[in-house]
């Protein structure tokens, strides 16, 4: 199960902490074994039920966003070197755990993924911070994953937790909104 999930999100072997990065792939373990959706589904299902016609995988989007965030780490350490504030490590691991909860918010119904009953009542973010609090992940990383959409309007962020929300927004209102 993990070589599979470190197969399909390679960006996690990224997480220079080996423990982080353990317990960023048992959070996916933990959540596929909750899911009605295969590791095949991953890699077909949209990154987002809000828009109709989306043609880009789930997959893809969080292996986009993740990317988008290292470039922007990359940038504010050649900037500032040491004077850059944002943890790479808790920044990766955020950005691939932001929509773990996906996999519970969705569900597949006559070939079409569609809202599970679970997501018509948890949108992601909630469900991917119970899944990250489950598998020890650290606060900081719970409060990038717990930040990044919406539902986090108004609240304070980690210089971690910016990062990943813009990167998000960036993906999503380019290929999805």
């Known amino acids: 199960m993990n070589d599979e999930i470190l197969s399909i999100f390679s960006e996690i072997n990224e997480i220079k902490d080996a423990t982080l990065r353990s317990k960023t792939t048992a959070t996916w ?3 596929m074994k909750r899911s009605s959706l295969t590791y095949d589904d991953l890699r077909t299902m949209p990154f987002t039920l809000l828009v109709s016609n989306v043609n880009v995988t789930f997959v893809e989007h ?9 470039a922007c780490w990359d940038v504010l350490q050649k900037a500032y070197g040491e004077r850059n504030i944002v943890d790479r490590d808790i920044l990766i691991a955020g950005a691939m755990l932001a929509d773990v909860g996906k996999v519970l918010e969705f569900t597949k119904k006559d070939g079409q993924f569609v809202k599970s009953e679970h997501g ?6 909630f469900s991917g ?7 020890g992940l650290p606060d900081a990383v719970i409060h990038v ?5 919406k539902e986090a309007a108004g609240g304070k962020r980690t210089p971690e937790g910016i ?3 813009h990167a998000d927004f960036i993906d999503f209102e380019l290929v999805g909104g």
Request: glycine fraction near 4%; charge should be positive.
């Open 29 to 31: 373990a933990a959540a």
């Open 62 to 70: 969080v292996r986009t966003v993740c990317r988008m965030c290292i």
């Open 120 to 125: 018509r009542l948890l949108r992601h973010p």
């Open 129 to 135: 911070v119970g899944l990250c609090w489950e598998q």
């Open 145 to 149: 994953v717990a930040m990044h959409s």
């Open 163 to 165: 990062i990943l929300h």
